[in-house]
């Protein structure tokens, strides 16, 4: 038997040689297997927190789409305020259109009552903002409009090669032509931004080569060039 005659600093000195420390463990684990199955209890718990936030995000966010190109953040804030309380503003970013187009964004309001006020005010009346002639549309935020929505718990993604007899064959066909499509689309647009870009390239040049050409013209008309040509002993023709 081990008798213990001084304890320090969670280290305990018995009538042997050396020290041995214990460690603080978990109330609930009592092994090193015990100790981790508690840490992924404790991530999964915090994965469940972190969702159930998200999700009563989704619950206070309206998302409004229509939108002028000119309106701003502080445009939307000044509008929804009088429903109450804007907490943030994101703007969903249009990656296949010109930048032209009308707008949507994901306003977070304080309450899920604030969201119902906006999309009562939007569904009863033409609600236009920034004075543009253009009603804008409301509804309810959905988890897929946020870029960044964290993962579900205890969903699994797994992937795997589809056959032609599979019943989700033709869905995974549709999205990857679309995906395709999508990818065409931009390339297309891109294409075009290139060539606009050159063709304004081409139209300054050619505005600055004719003006260079005017003054020319200007010069040999009032005789400036002649009298230079005099001064500097030049022969210049008149064609």
């Known amino acids: 038997m081990i008798g213990f005659n001084q304890k320090e600093n969670n280290t305990v000195r018995g009538n042997f040689k050396g020290f041995f420390s214990f460690r603080p463990k978990c109330q ?10 508690c840490l992924l209890s404790k991530m999964g718990t915090s994965a469940e927190a972190e969702y159930a936030a998200f999700e009563d995000k989704v619950k206070r966010t309206v998302y409004i789409d229509n939108l002028s190109p000119q309106v701003t953040e ?54 236009m903002i920034s004075g543009m ?24 993604i797994v992937c795997s090669w589809m056959k032609p007899n599979d019943p989700s064959f033709a869905d995974a066909m549709q999205l990857k032509n ?22 304004h390239q081409q139209q300054d040049t050619l505005k600055t080569n004719y003006k260079k050409y005017e003054m020319i013209d200007a ?10 040509a005099r001064r500097y002993n030049m022969n210049v023709a008149d064609d």
Not at 92 to 101: A, F, T
Not at 219 to 226: F, K, N, V
């Open 219 to 228: 010069l040999l008309a009032d005789g400036t060039a002649r009298r230079l």
């Open 28 to 37: 609930i684990c009592y092994s090193a297997n015990d100790e981790y199955h």
């Open 74 to 127: 502080s445009v939307l804030q000044t509008a929804l305020n009088q429903f109450g309380s804007v907490k943030s503003v994101q703007f969903i970013p249009n990656y296949l259109g010109p930048s032209n187009l009308a707008k949507c964004a994901l306003i977070e309001m304080e309450n899920a009552k604030q969201v119902e006020g906006v999309i009562l005010a939007a569904t009863e009346s033409p609600f």
């Open 133 to 156: 002639p253009r009603p804008v549309r409301a509804r309810r935020a959905e988890m897929e409009m946020f870029d960044e929505r964290p993962a579900k718990p205890g969903r699994k």
């Open 178 to 199: 679309f995906a395709k499509k999508s990818f065409a689309e931009a390339e297309l647009l891109l294409e075009l931004q290139e060539e606009e870009k050159l063709a």
